[in-house]
């Protein structure tokens, strides 16, 4: 499985992004989809899963009510729109895919490349 994320980019503390996580070279099954980031100088952070059918979503205790995270199985995407960018969202997103409980604990199955989100203040 590859995952590509994108979406990423440079903007003011207020705005949204939307990052996009396309997946290819998946033979089925069914799997939760879900977004890490790692900020400078810091751990790898949880941030939202979302699971095969949609019915299940998690969202870390920081971007919670700020951020949604959906997917669009026949497009084999998955989205995280990011809504009210604060400073402390600067990170470098990466998108997986596994277990739901893989993916909350960091270690997914499949990651994808990074993409960097730059909040200004």
């Known amino acids: 499985v590859q995952l590509q994320a994108s979406g990423g980019g440079l903007v003011q503390a207020g705005a949204s992004l939307r990052l996009s996580c396309a997946a290819s070279?998946?033979?089925?099954?069914?799997?939760?989809t879900g977004w890490i980031r790692q900020a400078p100088g810091k751990e790898r952070e949880f941030v939202a899963v979302?699971?095969?059918?949609?019915?299940?979503?998690l969202y870390s205790n920081s971007v919670k009510g700020r951020f949604t995270i959906s997917r669009d199985n026949a497009e084999n995407t998955v989205y995280l729109q990011m809504d009210r960018l604060k400073s402390d969202d600067t990170a470098v997103y990466y998108c997986?895919?596994?277990?739901?409980?893989?993916?909350?604990?960091?270690?997914?199955?499949?990651w994808g490349q990074g993409t960097l989100v730059t909040v200004s203040s």
């Open positions: 070279g998946r033979s089925g099954g069914s799997y939760s």
């Open positions: 979302i699971d095969w059918r949609a019915e299940n979503r």
């Open positions: 997986a895919e596994g277990g739901w409980r893989s993916i909350i604990g960091g270690r997914p199955d499949y």
